[in-house]
């Protein structure tokens, strides 16, 4: 796991508080992690190998389009989506 994603996801020691929870999800693939704060470029970028983040998928905050500088904050839901009907390989 790389150092970045484990600075992502590193949970708060049990009795203490879970500040900056953020909900992230990509097809089959949950998690929540204290990354209020962060943009949502910064989590893509954390996150794109671990999850096989496909670029060209969208960032939803709550449901919203948002834009990569979008700057997370606590109790968001980031998710990042393709469009029906997307392939996974290019038009010829």
Do not use: C, W
């Amino acid at each position: 796991m790389s150092a970045q994603l484990k600075d992502l996801t590193r949970q708060r020691q049990v009795g203490q508080a879970r500040t900056g929870q953020v909900k992230i999800s990509y097809g089959v693939h949950n998690l929540e992690a204290a990354i209020a704060g962060k943009s949502v470029a910064e989590v893509r970028q954390a996150l794109k190998e671990p999850l096989n983040i496909d670029p060209r998928a969208l960032a939803l905050v709550n449901g919203q389009d948002v834009a990569a500088a979008y700057v997370l904050k606590q109790g968001d839901q980031l998710e990042f989506v393709r469009l029906a009907g997307e392939k996974g390989g290019n038009a010829s």
